[in-house]
């Protein structure tokens, strides 16, 4: 890799860190005074699916291709159904507790990937896989009981939304090999479908809610803000994953979530005692050595990065 696009990379990674940290350090002001998780579901993915036409236009991406009946059942509808389940769920875990430790808990990403590889794909876990699996579930327990803002719901919600964006990563290697769709291309379908079910799901849930809402201006810029930095923080991480090895992704996708709960820790500043911030980072150390032993027993290639 040329002087260049050392340089290109390190900027791409920074504006990811960056984007990502204010994404969800907005989104957590943002449901504190407004929660309403579901509308901000539905911000955001309308927000990605609608800025990504004139983005994809103006880079000259293709169009999507037709896709046959059975793609469309078997692949893009549960992708775009996990994809909406995903984003619901991450919203409520921002809502219910503290940022630093809704993404220590979705760090066991890697816990329900390996178990739905084995379970779908029978792959068996190399011996350094299965020892930092170990390590994440340590991490992730002692975070857990030694929280301050501990809530069942939240950490239910953490944990779902970890496992349904492991079904995803699965999901999207096959849908971008069997229907050669550009990367970029297939997020903003995936948004767009996964509008179809949420939009019922809102007026049914919160509809009222958010009528009778106080609209403050902080609160709807709050929510601008948050729909178009989940766009950003998107489009700026499959710009990273374009451009490196997967190895070089998995360790700059464990520095960002650790940025992620740096930067919420400070700026949110809730209260994290000495054994609870020991559990995030034993949990995110145990994210940095899945990723090695994972790329080190057969390279894999991360196709949709949160």
């Given at each position: 890799?040329?002087?260049?696009?050392?340089?290109?990379?390190?900027?791409?990674?920074?504006?990811?860190?960056?984007?990502?940290?204010?994404?969800?350090?907005?989104?957590?002001?943002?449901?504190?005074?407004?929660?309403?998780?579901?509308?901000?579901?539905?911000?955001?993915?309308?927000?990605?699916?609608?800025?990504?036409?004139?983005?994809?236009?103006?880079?000259?991406?293709?169009?999507?291709?037709?896709?046959?009946?059975?793609?469309?059942?078997?692949?893009?509808?549960?992708?775009?159904?996990?994809?909406?389940?995903?984003?619901?769920?991450?919203?409520?875990?921002?809502?219910?507790?503290?940022?630093?430790?809704?993404?220590?808990?979705?760090?066991?990403?890697?816990?329900?990937?390996?178990?739905?590889?084995?379970?779908?794909?029978?792959?068996?876990?190399?011996?350094?896989?299965?020892?930092?699996?170990?390590?994440?579930?340590?991490?992730?327990?002692?975070?857990?009981?030694?929280?301050?803002?501990?809530?069942?719901?939240?950490?239910?919600?953490?944990?779902?939304?970890?496992?349904?964006?492991s079904l995803q990563h699965l999901g999207a290697k096959h849908a971008l090999r069997d229907a050669r769709v550009h990367h970029l291309r297939l997020l903003q379908l995936l948004s767009a479908l996964a509008l179809l079910p949420l939009l019922p799901l809102w007026l049914s849930v919160e509809g009222g809610a958010a009528?009778?809402?106080?609209?403050?201006?902080?609160?709807?810029?709050?929510?601008?803000?948050?729909?178009?930095?989940?766009?950003?923080?998107?489009?700026?991480?499959?710009?990273?994953?374009?451009?490196?090895?997967?190895?070089?992704?998995?360790?700059?996708?464990?520095?960002?979530?650790?940025?992620?709960?740096?930067?919420?820790?400070?700026?949110?500043?809730?209260?994290?005692?000495?054994?609870?911030?020991?559990?995030?980072?034993?949990?995110?150390?145990?994210?940095?050595?899945?990723?090695?032993?994972?790329?080190?027993?057969?390279?894999?290639?991360?196709?949709?990065?949160?």
């Open positions: 890799m040329s002087q260049s696009e050392v340089l290109v990379v390190g900027a791409l990674c920074a504006a990811w860190y960056a984007l990502s940290s204010a994404s969800n350090v907005v989104g957590k002001l943002l449901l504190t005074e407004l929660p309403l998780p579901v509308t901000v579901t539905v911000a955001q993915l309308a927000a990605t699916a609608a800025l990504s036409v004139p983005a994809l236009a103006a880079c000259g991406v293709r169009r999507a291709p037709s896709f046959p009946r059975a793609t469309v059942l078997r692949v893009l509808l549960p992708l775009a159904a996990a994809k909406f389940l995903t984003t619901v769920c991450t919203q409520i875990s921002l809502w219910k507790v503290p940022v630093s430790y809704a993404h220590t808990v979705k760090a066991t990403t890697p816990l329900w990937t390996a178990l739905l590889a084995r379970v779908l794909l029978g792959e068996r876990l190399a011996r350094g896989v299965a020892g930092a699996l170990l390590l994440i579930a340590l991490g992730v327990g002692v975070a857990s009981l030694t929280e301050l803002q501990f809530d069942a719901l939240g950490l239910g919600a953490a944990l779902a939304a970890a496992a349904l964006l009528a009778r809402a106080p609209w403050t201006r902080r609160a709807a810029a709050l929510l601008a803000a948050d729909g178009v930095l989940a766009w950003l923080q998107a489009v700026a991480a499959f710009s990273v994953l374009s451009r490196i090895s997967p190895l070089g992704y998995a360790v700059a996708s464990a520095a960002k979530r650790a940025c992620v709960v740096a930067a919420s820790l400070l700026l949110l500043r809730n209260p994290a005692p000495p054994l609870n911030l020991a559990g995030m980072a034993l949990a995110l150390l145990g994210v940095l050595v899945y990723n090695r032993a994972r790329v080190a027993a057969r390279p894999p290639r991360p196709l949709l990065p949160v």
